[in-house]
């Protein structure tokens, strides 16, 4: 007897009606915090605790990117046109698709001046202060107060100064 009401409760447990969940789908979509901003990139403030379909709604302009995107650099190597801190999913809004993705230290601001030095009494004269963004390799062969021999006249020999604020040469 033992025997059989041990069986049943084994038994009865299995043979109960049980409603399938495989046809309810609960996705829960996670929230994250959202960078705002605006057509010219100008940081508007940032909205926490929202889903990618709420943040959607709110600003369907879709100037927006999450906060932990990662900010990238990117270089038009057909023009040298270098943007830096711009989030992989702002890049059609803002670039053409001619930009790529360099090391955010690819382009630099160097300030620059030539430097004449007048051979026979040693005086020394510099030309007015310029700037250009220079990429690449050169960028990587720079630092302040390097010197590069441009030319060498009868009388004066001249380079060019480089400087990365502009007043330390």
């Known amino acids: 007897m033992k025997q059989f009401f041990f069986a049943i409760i084994i038994i009865l447990p299995n043979l109960s009606c049980k409603k399938s969940d495989n ?18 990139f100008i940081d508007k ?9 709420e943040i959607a709604t709110l ?21 040298g046109n270098y943007s830096k801190g711009l989030p992989a999913s702002l890049k059609s809004k803002f670039l053409t698709a001619d930009f790529n993705i360099v090391a955010c ?28 963004q220079l990429c690449g390799d050169t960028v990587q062969t720079l630092f302040r107060g390097r010197e590069v021999f441009l030319r060498q006249t009868t009388d004066s ?9 502009g007043t330390n040469w």
Not at 59 to 78: F, H, I, K, M, V
């Open 45 to 53: 403030g940032t909205v926490c605790e929202k889903t990618t379909t």
């Open 105 to 132: 230290g690819y382009c630099a601001r160097w300030y620059y001046r030539e430097k004449k030095k007048y051979i026979p009494t040693g005086g020394i004269t510099y030309s007015p202060t310029n700037f250009s």
């Open 157 to 165: 020999f001249i380079v060019r100064q480089f400087s990365d604020n």
């Open 59 to 79: 600003y369907p302009d879709g100037y927006y990117y999450r906060s932990d995107e990662a900010l990238l650099c990117w270089y038009n190597p057909t023009n």
């Open 23 to 40: 046809n309810i789908q609960t996705t829960i979509e996670p929230k994250y915090c959202w960078k705002i901003t605006d057509p010219i």
